[in-house]
């Protein structure tokens, strides 16, 4: 009996290590297996019901409305009970100094630059 407990103990589904954020304007929003997300409510959703090692929240190349809702994105996730705990890296194509300073007063682990 306890042989099946220790099985059913490994067979539980591991949580994705990481969850990929960033915002696409499209029709159709596009969420994959491997953690990649489109929208940042469906991102939000995804963290915390799953609990990853790492949520990443892309900023790319987008407009200042877009950086306000992934700044709103990355401060709920840092607030928030269930992923509060959770590494946020946000991924930036360019030095904006108001961003980087709105990302540490938001708790935002790391701010790395990927041109």
Known sequence: MSESK???RTLTKRPDPLIFCEIL????????DDGWVSSPIRCFDQAVDENPEIIVVNFGKTAQSDRKTLLELA???KRNNHT????????LHSKHRKLIEE???????????IG
């Open 6 to 8: 220790n099985q059913q």
């Open 25 to 32: 304007h499209d029709d159709n929003p596009i969420e994959s």
């Open 75 to 77: 401060t709920a996730l």
């Open 84 to 91: 509060k705990n959770c590494p946020v890296l946000a991924l």
């Open 103 to 113: 990302l540490k007063l938001a708790k935002v682990d790391y701010v790395r630059y």
